[in-house]
C-alpha cells in the first residue's frame, strides 16, 4: 500500500506556518516545514513543493510519480531541488505523522526528476529509478521516498 501526501512551503516568505490540524498536516525534512493547507503567496513569489510517498506494505516496483503543476505559475528547473537521496549514513531526517521517528538510513535513494512536460511534473522515484532510460524505482516496504520541486506565482 502506497500513501502519497502533497505539502507545500513558501520559500520566498520564510516566516509563514501552514494550518496544522493533526499530526499529518506538517512535513519536517532537515528541519524544513511544509503543510498541507494555510500556506499562501503573492505574485513573484516561490512555492517549494514537497511529495511524500510513503510504502506501508509490499515492495513498490516500477514506480513513476506524476503531479500536475498549479495554473498560474512557472516552473524553473534552477529554482527546482532536483534530487533527494537520503541512503544509509547519510542525514536526511523525514519526520512525519504523530512520531518523531527519524528516517536517516530508511529513504529510498536517488530520486530522478524528469522535469516538466506540458503542465505535469514527471519523477522516478525510489532506488534505480531513471529518467533517462524512464524506468520507474522500487520503494521497499515500511520506506519513504520523497521529492521537492519550486514554482513562481505569475505577475
Not at 45 to 52: Q, S
Not at 72 to 97: H, K, L, M, Q
Amino acid at each position: 500500500v502506497l500513501e502519497i501526501y502533497k505539502y507545500v512551503r513558501n520559500a520566498t516568505d520564510t516566516g509563514q506556518t501552514g494550518t496544522v490540524a493533526s499530526p499529518y498536516d506538517r512535513l519536517n525534512i532537515n528541519g524544513t516545514f511544509y503543510y498541507r493547507a494555510g500556506i499562501t503567496a503573492a505574485p513573484g513569489e516561490v512555492l517549494e513543493y514537497a511529495i511524500l510517498l510513503l510504502n506501508k506494505a509490499g515492495a513498490v516496483k516500477d514506480l513513476v510519480a506524476t503531479d500536475p503543476t498549479v495554473p498560474f505559475t512557472d516552473y524553473d528547473p534552477e529554482e527546482t531541488i532536483t534530487e533527494e537521496s537520503c541512503a544509509t549514513g547519510n542525514t536526511c531526517v523525514v519526520t512525519f505523522g504523530s512520531s518523531s521517528t527519524s528516517a536517516d538510513d530508511g529513504l529510498a535513494t536517488d530520486t530522478d526528476f524528469a522535469g516538466l512536460a506540458g503542465d505535469t511534473i514527471t519523477v522516478y522515484p525510489g532506488v534505480d529509478g531513471n529518467e533517462n532510460g524512464a524506468v520507474g524505482g522500487t520503494i521497499a516496504v515500511d520506506k519513504v521516498s520523497y521529492f521537492l520541486y519550486r514554482l513562481t506565482i505569475q505577475n
